[in-house]
T-cell receptor, first 114, second 111 residues
Framework: DGGITQSPKYLFRKEGQNVTLSCEQN?????MYWYRQDPGQGLRLIYY???????QKGDIAEGYSVSREKKESFPLTVTSAQKNPTAFYLC?????????????FGPGTRLTVL | AQSVSQHNHHVILSEAASLELGCNYS??????LFWYVQYPGQHLQLLLK??????LVKGIKGFEAEFIKSKFSFNLRKPSVQWSDTAEYFC?????????FGAGTRLFVKA
């Protein structure tokens, strides 16, 4: 089955630690995205990547970093600089940059900082 | 600031009631519009989308939405909701590679 996988489903971290969230897609999509979902705030864009070895900051990139070394993978690192990292993180992908293409989403990772 | 606004954060309906969820956006020029749905425990998925042509678009599970350009609106409708429509609904606007989401509306349908 084609789709997007995110791991782990739940993640706990101590303050001051960096943590990396995995996102893999086998849809052969060029573009990939990371969002943060908080109650009452919808989805906010952290980073996105249109092609391999290229990525751009979204609206709330501070305290996060990404890499895009392979087309199918777009890992997100939540660093200790992120002031309020406890949230639900969603990864998405999209075929090309056409305006009418929708995004496909993974199941999400719930990160809790203890 | 440019934004996507959803009018209701929580909606409670009884089965067979009609549904209308409001969505307004503040982006000028060409935009493409989407409604996504997140059922409990499931992935966020596309409900319907508009990019050109007939401003009344139909999606899955009997949902439809109407694009009114003059009002910058893209409201979601369903004539008769079912218990299984209980979910969170997100309106979204696409500009280039970026998609901007509204805050979401949680719908609870009472059986």
């Amino acid at each position: 089955d084609g789709g997007i996988t995110q791991s782990p489903k739940y993640l706990f971290r101590k303050e001051g630690q960096n943590v990396t969230l995995s996102c893999e897609q086998n849809l052969n999509h060029d573009a990939m995205y990371w969002y943060r979902q908080d109650p009452g705030q919808g989805l906010r864009l952290i980073y996105y990547s249109q092609i391999v070895n290229d990525f751009q900051k979204g609206d709330i990139a501070e305290g996060y970093s990404v890499s895009r070394e392979k087309k199918e993978s777009f890992p997100l690192t939540v660093t200790s600089a992120q002031k309020n990292p406890t949230a639900f993180y969603l990864c998405a992908s999209q075929s090309g940059g056409d305006l009418y293409n929708e995004q496909f989403f993974g199941p999400g990772t719930r990160l809790t900082v203890l | 600031a440019q934004s996507v606004s959803q009018h209701n954060h929580h909606v409670i309906l009884s089965e067979a009631a009609s549904l209308e969820l409001g969505c307004n956006y503040s982006y000028g020029g060409t935009v493409n519009l989407f409604w996504y749905v997140q059922y409990p425990g499931q992935h966020l998925q596309l409900l319907l989308k508009y990019f050109s042509g007939d401003p009344l678009v139909k999606g899955i599970k009997g949902f439809e939405a109407e694009f009114i350009k003059s009002k910058f609106s893209f409201n979601l409708r369903k004539p008769s909701v079912q218990w299984s429509d209980t979910a969170e609904y997100f309106c979204a606007v696409k500009k280039g590679f970026k998609t901007i989401f509204g805050a979401g509306t949680r719908l609870f349908v009472k059986a």
